[in-house]
């Protein structure tokens, strides 16, 4: 079986057994790699994470054609992330309103700005 055809049935695998449990990530930590980095393609697609090969079930979508909200919800809530044992980072206060701003950009009504009702340039918590 050629490598790739290997590695994708591993992943595909975890995929389908997957459990929302996250025992590689504790309480009031993120992931690094879902918060400090982007990976994309030459032609522009934007997948979960570099630790993830680029194969179309790890695609979340056009880079250009996405708010950066969307891009963080996407890669942040992706299943792949509960089994993946990369070392996570305690969460900064600059993390958790990059996910409260995601979060309350995915709630808003079609109209609204992502941010509708908060305080521009100011923080949305402090911890």
């Given at each position: 079986?050629?490598?790739k055809t290997y590695t994708s049935n591993i992943y595909q695998d975890?995929?389908?057994?997957?459990?929302?449990?996250?025992?590689?990530?504790?309480?009031?930590?993120?992931?690094?790699?879902?918060?400090?980095?982007?990976?994309?393609?030459?032609s522009g697609k934007a997948f979960v994470c570099c630790a993830c090969?680029?194969?179309?079930?790890?695609?979340?979508?056009?880079?250009?054609?996405?708010?950066?909200?969307?891009?963080?919800?996407?890669?942040?809530?992706?299943?792949?992330?509960?089994?993946?044992?990369?070392?996570?980072?305690?969460?900064?206060?600059?993390?958790?309103?990059?996910?409260?701003?995601?979060?309350?950009?995915?709630?808003?009504?079609?109209?609204?700005?992502?941010?509708?009702?908060?305080?521009?340039?100011?923080?949305?918590?402090?911890?």
């Open positions: 079986m050629p490598l975890r995929l389908k057994n997957y459990v929302p449990d996250k025992p590689y990530e504790q309480d009031g930590e993120v992931c690094p790699l879902i918060m400090d980095t982007i990976s994309i393609d030459a090969p680029n194969y179309w079930f790890f695609r979340i979508g056009a880079y250009l054609e996405m708010t950066k909200d969307e891009i963080l919800m996407k890669r942040y809530s992706h299943p792949i992330c509960a089994s993946c044992p990369f070392p996570r980072r305690d969460a900064t206060d600059p993390d958790r309103n990059a996910l409260v701003g995601a979060l309350v950009s995915r709630l808003s009504r079609p109209g609204q700005g992502s941010m509708s009702g908060l305080v521009a340039g100011k923080p949305l918590l402090s911890f």
